[in-house]
DNA sequence: TGCAGTGTTGCTTC
DNA sequence: CGAAGCAACACTGC
């Protein structure tokens, strides 16, 4: 699910967790802690307060007391839920209702109990996502290896000019980097490249000014505007209530393949770009 | 029925 | 060094 809109709705609905307690941890797939292994986690993890909840790039790092901080990467089906349904003693028994209702139980993968009885759990169709407990300072440096924040003020034209220039790779690829940039995806370089009208197999190194210009001149807005919207829903992505994001609206490439581009009506085209699908309008976007 | 495709990342190979 | 391929996993849709 996850580019930056989507993490950051994830990390404003969890806020509702923020003072809370681990008191419990349960996986039925360990191996999506990646650290430490799943016991020395759970012996960890348990009692430690939960004293901010932030986002830097699509990773969502629970900051914790004693100098711990949980750092979870929800990956492409990832997504929190919180609620107030019980545990059993032989078996929990997660969501009995919700957006998607059962299917929701069987995808949660790993869930912990608060101390105000509320549980936070992770439903992950796919199971690509993971779990790391870090000590906060070797995180902090870990994360520093990211790209800057592209919503951030220090995120000026200059930066990004710096950013893409002498690049040879293409410039989607240059958005999705996370260490070139941090929080763009699939969708949204798409979607940002659409509106600069800029094809997204040109390379870094062959845009001119204007035209670098114009793909940061939708950089901010699409993310914002994507945020507002909580996001884009493809299959299971919902937020922390279960909703859908609503980006999707607004969406003009992104798997449109063979629609009409709103701008020109040519049909949209989809094209591999190292495994992944680039969507773009082969009339406006050169 | 089978296979290509799906939000991401990270490893291996050339 | 870079780029490409593929694996992690489960499911959908043509």
Redesign the pocket.
């Known amino acids: 699910?996850?580019?930056l809109p989507?993490v950051e709705t994830t990390v404003k609905g969890l806020q509702k967790v923020l003072n809370r307690i681990f008191v419990y941890v349960w996986t039925d797939?360990p191996?999506l802690i990646k650290k430490p292994g799943f016991n020395q986690f759970e012996k960890e993890i348990k009692n430690k307060k939960i004293k901010r909840i932030w986002r830097r790039?699509?990773?969502i790092i629970f900051e914790l007391s004693d100098g711990y901080s949980l750092l979870v990467?929800?990956?492409?089906?990832g997504?929190f839920l919180i609620g107030n349904w019980e545990l059993k003693t032989e078996s929990w028994e997660p969501l009995k209702t919700g957006a998607l209702g059962e299917?929701v139980n069987?995808?949660i993968h790993l869930m912990f109990r608060l101390d105000n009885g509320l549980m936070l759990a992770l439903s992950d169709?796919?199971?690509?996502a993971?779990a790391e407990l870090w000590k906060t300072e070797s995180l902090v440096e870990e994360l520093s290896s990211l790209g800057p924040e592209p919503l951030e003020k220090e995120f000026t034209f200059n930066k990004f000019k710096e950013i893409v220039k002498n690049?040879?790779?293409?410039i989607k690829?240059i958005l999705?980097?996370?260490?070139l940039i941090?929080?763009?995806?699939?969708?949204?370089?798409?979607e940002i490249l659409w509106r600069a009208k800029i094809h997204p197999f040109e390379?870094g190194a062959e845009l001119s000014e204007k035209e670098l210009r114009d793909i940061y001149k939708y950089i901010k807005p699409v993310l914002n505007q994507a945020i507002k919207l909580k996001?884009?829903?493809?299959?299971?992505?919902?937020d922390i209530k279960g909703e859908e994001?609503q980006f999707k609206k607004l969406i003009k490439v992104?798997?449109k393949?063979n629609e009409k581009c709103s701008r020109c009506g040519t049909k949209i085209k989809?094209k591999?770009?190292?495994?992944?699908?680039a969507?773009f309008c082969p009339t406006c976007q050169k």
Do not use: C, W
Request: charged residues 35%; glycine residues 12%; hydrophobic residues 20%.
């Open positions: 699910m996850p580019e989507e797939s191996k790039g699509e990773n990467h929800q990956k492409l089906t997504h299917r069987h995808y169709l796919r199971k690509f993971k690049r040879k790779i293409k690829q999705m980097d996370q260490k941090a929080g763009i995806g699939n969708i949204y370089s798409d390379s996001g884009t829903s493809v299959s299971d992505y919902r994001g992104y798997q393949e989809r591999k770009m190292g495994g992944r699908s969507h």
